[in-house]
């Protein structure tokens, strides 16, 4: 049937047909592609938004195990219990800076950790391990032949025989782990009193007893052999300490000096002030020292009233790098390229990054560049860094351990 005009139809116009222009075609293709676009850019930042949620949390689960694992080891410290009347001083506080790794020949300007040892309150299922361990080397040291069943029974019996006191000595060190010269775990030792440590051939040391720790009187390896970590994965442990004089724990900014004063709280300490911390060689000088007099006065020791700890706990081992170095640096720079400074997780007002072992304090951060760097911050040594180096900032964590004791005041 044929279509007319008179019944509304129209004549096809000479080469048209039914489909799409190439005009309409770009058209959609251009609004699908702008669809398609937005859907990968949402999609994405999902997915950013989900991963970032993700380390968040993971760092935020781990600086609360940080908090308590290093709560629960500090809280047990034991204060002056006795008075005048001891012959000995058994709980004596001492903090120390040391070279980490403790070297018996540090380099000119290494990096320095505390070193703590302290006496502790023991639970007995701890005090009874140190025991069966210690009665165990007594009874092979006596009879060598022991074995099996037999050195079982003689422990049990050298054990049974030894009463609890629930006291006993903490070593705390932080030390670099082995993969990252950025990461540290922090190690920690149990001992009983007047515990004896072999060095050597027919030579034992009380580990409490030794000025300082990596001499040739208590060697670096035989520390890190005495210790097991408690924690990895750590960027930065730190003590303050609240003295008698102490008025508040500081704005952290990194000025403050060892022997604290001006209100500031410490960062070495010696309950004993008897002259362990002389020099720097030593660890410190602890500017309450008493001199040789306070050696033999078992009723000088005082205890700090609390200790500040500010950890820095690094994100896992498997996550993307923060920042990374875009630039070579010198150990003088004093500015930091990143590579994309805009997805740096650093405060853009300033802050502190750990590059390698290497802390350093910025200004503030311009686009790419973290400007007005403060080298070797934190007591680290200032150090070059190539390219590609990883910029860690971490989560850090503050807390305030009090310590119970009876006696804080440097002149009674």
């Not at 008075?83 to 800076?97: H, N, S, T």
């Not at 070279?99 to 070193?115: K, N």
């Not at 070797?376 to 971490?394: E, M, N, Q, Y």
Request: net charge negative; aromatic share 6%.
């Amino acid at each position: 049937m044929k279509c007319c005009a008179n019944n509304g139809c129209a004549e096809p116009r000479p080469g048209a047909s039914g489909g799409f222009t190439l005009i309409e075609l770009l058209v959609v293709m251009g609004i699908l592609t702008g669809f398609l676009t937005m859907l990968v850019q949402l999609v994405d930042n999902g997915l950013t938004m989900f991963r970032d949620g993700e380390l968040s949390q993971d760092l935020a689960d781990r600086a609360a195990r940080a908090q308590r694992v290093i709560g629960d080891e500090l809280s047990l410290l034991r204060g002056s219990a006795g008075g005048p009347d001891r012959e000995r001083a058994d709980d004596r506080l001492v903090v120390q800076q040391l070279p980490i790794g403790l070297p018996p020949s540090p380099e000119r300007g290494a990096t320095r950790v505390q070193v703590l040892r302290g006496s502790v309150f023991l639970a007995p299922e701890r005090e009874v391990a140190l025991l069966r361990t210690a009665a165990a080397l007594e009874a092979l040291a006596e009879q060598p032949q022991l074995e099996g069943d037999a050195l079982d029974v003689e422990v049990q019996k050298r054990v049974g025989a030894a009463p609890l006191r629930g006291i006993g000595n903490l070593l705390l060190v932080p030390w670099r782990q082995a993969d990252d010269d950025a990461l540290l775990e922090l190690r920690c030792g149990w001992f009983l009193p007047g515990q004896q440590l072999p060095v050597g051939p027919g030579r034992e040391v009380d580990p409490f007893e030794v000025p300082v720790p990596g001499s040739p009187q208590l060697p670096g390896m035989l520390v890190y052999q005495s210790t097991i970590p408690i924690l990895r994965e750590l960027l930065h442990v730190e003590f303050l300490l609240w003295a008698q004089d102490t008025t508040s724990w500081g704005s952290g900014r990194d000025t403050r000096g060892p022997s604290g004063g001006g209100g500031q709280p410490m960062m070495i300490w010696d309950s004993a002030r008897a002259g362990w911390l002389v020099d720097r060689d030593s660890g410190g000088e602890f500017r309450f020292d008493r001199g040789p007099l306070s050696a033999t006065d078992t009723s000088d020791d005082v205890h700090p009233h609390a200790i500040l700890v500010r950890c820095v706990v690094a994100q896992q081992a498997g996550a993307a790098a923060e920042g990374l170095v875009a630039d070579e640096m010198g150990a003088e720079d004093t500015s930091l390229v990143l590579v994309a400074g805009d997805r740096f997780p650093g405060a853009p007002d300033g802050g502190f990054v750990k590059v390698d072992g290497e802390w350093m304090r910025y200004a503030e951060r311009d686009g790419d560049w973290l400007r007005g760097l403060q080298r070797g911050a934190r007591s680290t040594k200032p150090i070059p860094h190539d390219v590609g180096s990883r910029v860690h900032v971490g989560r850090t964590i503050e807390f305030v351990i009090p310590l119970l004791h009876a006696k804080d005041d440097w002149n009674d």
